[in-house]
């Protein structure tokens, strides 16, 4: 696949709104196949966080209101890269937390450009509720970071028993107990201890809960809203 077909499948996955279904495909294959068998491979790693800032990018561009608006949201993700790359070779205080700031500032970045797409005005489709879907992957996704990064700045922050296959990573059961927490399923065998660690879950639990609610209750909203024009029209 050459360099322009990529970007115009990137770019498909903004513009129309099948491509809300395409994200679904994608996120799905990352978190339940990619990561659990592979994210031991750091190579392998490196090229998925690669493919997913040329998605950010791309969605930038895509949605962005003007050039202004663009650039300064292009700033977040190139920052992320920054700093990513500079942990490799610098792991001081402030490249840490501004490395988590950046990453936590594009997958806030992502979900709102989702959202975005989610809630434009127009008919509920399929794939709006996919897109809504899409965007509680993300959150898990977001918040499998966040723990990482406690437990890695924070000795004991959690009670973890690494199972001991060798494609076995922090970073999958941290993502495996983001998906425990945010579905509020809480199966016990990681047990966050410090009560930063606590306060964390205890968002993620909440957030589990409330954005199906609140996001249904807004697209039958526009449903019904969208129905009542067009009988009004007839």
């Not at 509680?136 to 499998?144: D, K, S, T």
């Not at 930063?196 to 809960?209: H, L, S």
């Amino acid at each position: 696949m050459t360099r322009q077909k990529k970007i115009k499948f990137l770019n498909h996955l903004w513009n129309k709104e099948s491509g809300l279904s395409g994200m679904f495909v994608l996120l799905v294959g990352m978190h339940f196949i990619l990561i659990p068998l592979f994210s031991s491979y750091r190579s392998f790693m490196v090229t998925i966080n690669i493919f997913w800032m040329l998605f950010l990018v791309s969605g930038i561009f895509s949605l962005a209101k003007s050039k202004k608006q663009t650039l300064l949201f292009s700033i977040i993700p190139l920052m992320f890269v920054v700093f990513s790359w500079i942990t490799v070779f610098e792991q001081t205080p402030f490249v840490l937390f501004a490395e988590i700031f950046f990453t936590i500032a594009t997958f806030v970045l992502l979900i709102v450009l989702v959202l975005k797409k989610v809630l434009e005005p127009g008919p509920i489709t399929g794939y709006r509720v996919i897109g809504s879907i899409v965007v509680y992957l993300i959150l898990a996704n977001l918040w499998c970071v966040i723990y990482l990064f406690i437990y890695e700045q924070i000795p004991g922050s959690f009670s973890i028993t690494l199972p001991p296959f060798e494609s076995n990573t922090l970073l999958a059961n941290f993502l495996y107990f983001s998906y425990i927490t945010i579905t509020t399923t809480g199966f016990g065998e990681i047990v966050p201890l410090h009560p930063f660690a606590r306060a964390m879950v205890q968002i993620e639990a909440i957030i589990g809960v409330l954005y199906p609610v609140i996001l249904i209750g807004r697209l039958v909203s526009d449903a019904n809203e969208n129905n009542s024009k067009k009988k009004q029209n007839q």
